[in-house]
């Protein structure tokens, strides 16, 4: 984990409330695997806690790094105000990242993405697919309007869409994707990012998985495990005082690893 002032090379709306930036410093020398954070401080005086956003990408030959995020408050609002040239004071990679190395070439994956967790699952299936594993998207969003990402996941292999109201892909959430695709495919591994209810019903669909891997999101301060601001509760913890910092011991777990 290293800090550096990164600059904004290019930053584009891709939905109501969705940014693209593309970062470029020699901290891409350091990112590696998929699921990894940045760790970003917003560039405002008053606001000293760093916002953790996803890599979405990772460009070496280029050093550039893209992150996607939603405007939420006013940390991210900030973001959205910059443009190219603009410099972000940046932490990183921070985080665990997904387990790619459970499999091996022709083995299946299913990516599971749901609203503002989809962006880590893009650098995910590339790294999969350079390994030679067959992957499978699962893409759930709120409704047509804010869908993003959706060519790029596309062009890289099968991809099946959800929606809340159903104006984009099926109706529902991915639980109904999944359960359709069960029926044809079974995957040596699963990968989820999303809301909470939909990384619960992830677990439940594939509890007979051993390879299922969720990444959490939990509010943090510091980011690297310093000040427990970010745990997560364990199995079999009569005391229910034993737990995992999401920062620095995941944001990615094994599904039986912890309570949702
Ligand atoms: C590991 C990880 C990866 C993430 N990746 C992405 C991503 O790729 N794209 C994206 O849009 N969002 C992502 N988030 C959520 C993002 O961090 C929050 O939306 C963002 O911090 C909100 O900041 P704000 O100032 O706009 O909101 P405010 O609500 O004003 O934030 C107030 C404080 O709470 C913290 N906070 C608020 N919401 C969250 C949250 N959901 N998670 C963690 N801290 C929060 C902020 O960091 C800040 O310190 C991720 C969160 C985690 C933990
Ligand atoms: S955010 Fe401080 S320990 Fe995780």
Redesign the pocket.
């Known amino acids: 984990m290293k800090q550096e002032i990164m600059t904004i090379t290019s930053q584009q709306q891709l939905a109501p409330r969705i940014f693209q930036m593309t970062l470029t410093g020699e901290l891409v020398n350091e990112m590696e695997k998929p699921g990894q954070?940045l760790h970003i401080k917003?560039p405002r005086e008053d606001m000293l806690?760093r916002?953790?956003?996803?890599i979405n990408q990772i460009d070496k030959q280029a050093k550039t790094c893209t992150?996607?995020?939603?405007?939420?408050?006013?940390?991210?609002?900030v973001f959205a105000e910059l443009t190219e040239g603009d410099t972000l004071d940046v932490m990183g990679p921070l985080?665990n990242g997904f387990d790619v190395d459970c499999l091996s070439a022709g083995q299946k994956a299913f990516v599971i993405g749901g609203g503002?967790g989809i962006?880590?699952m893009y650098e995910l299936s590339k790294q999969l697919i350079e390994r030679q594993i067959e992957v499978f998207h699962f893409l759930g969003y709120a409704s047509k309007e804010v869908v993003y990402f959706e060519n790029e996941f596309i062009a890289l292999g099968d991809t099946r869409f959800a929606t809340d109201d159903g104006s984009f892909g099926v109706e529902g959430n991915v639980g109904n994707l999944l359960l359709d695709a069960l029926t044809k495919e079974q995957p040596d591994a699963v990968y989820a990012c999303g809301a909470n209810g939909m990384l619960k019903m992830v677990a439940q669909v594939f509890s007979d998985n051993s390879n299922v891997f969720l990444s959490l999101?939990?509010?943090?301060a510091c980011g690297m495990g310093a000040c427990y601001a970010c745990v997560c509760h364990v199995p079999d913890d009569e005391t229910g005082t034993k737990s995992v910092k999401?920062c620095d011991e995941g944001?990615i777990f094994r599904a039986s690893e912890v309570v949702l």
């Open positions: 954070f917003v806690l916002r953790p956003i996803s992150i996607i995020y939603r405007t939420e408050g006013d940390g991210t609002k985080g503002i962006p880590p999101e939990q509010r943090m999401v944001p």
